[in-house]
């Protein structure tokens, strides 16, 4: 069964951080495409950072490059999200994602088939 539990979410003033964490297991999870989307009423869905687990390589939306960064631990099957310098507007659900896709379909535009229970995150000006 496939398991993905996130945790690392909470509330914090703009200018703050936080980082999340995904505990993923199940069939599929150990190669292909993994990441954090978000969901907030006001913006929808919005993909913001994955990587393909095989190479490492990393893949952000506009809106939070040079502000977040992912990386992993493959012999934990964790999955991190450093979110700093925070902004109001990154106020959202978090929720891990992951899918066993190849390199040229990973991005922060996919849609990938496995999603955990997400986390709250609140960033207060």
């Known amino acids: 069964q496939v398991k993905m539990v996130e945790s690392g979410g909470g509330s914090v003033q703009a200018g703050g951080s936080l980082r999340l964490s995904c505990l993923a297991s199940?069939?599929?999870?150990?190669?292909?495409?993994m990441g954090w989307f978000r969901q907030s009423p006001g913006k929808g869905r919005e993909g913001v950072a994955v990587?393909?687990?095989?190479?490492?390589?990393?893949y952000f939306s506009d809106s939070v490059k040079g502000r977040f960064t992912i990386s992993q631990d493959k012999s934990k099957n964790t999955l991190y999200l450093k979110m700093n310098s925070l902004k109001p507007e990154d106020t959202a659900i978090y929720y891990c994602?992951?899918?066993?896709?190849?390199?040229?379909?990973?991005?922060?535009?996919?849609?990938?088939?496995?999603w955990g229970q997400g986390t709250q995150v609140t960033v207060s000006s």
């Open positions: 199940g069939y599929g999870l150990s190669s292909g495409c």
């Open positions: 994602t992951a899918g066993r896709i190849g390199l040229e379909s990973c991005g922060v535009r996919t849609d990938l088939a496995f």
């Open positions: 990587v393909y687990r095989d190479n490492g390589t990393p």
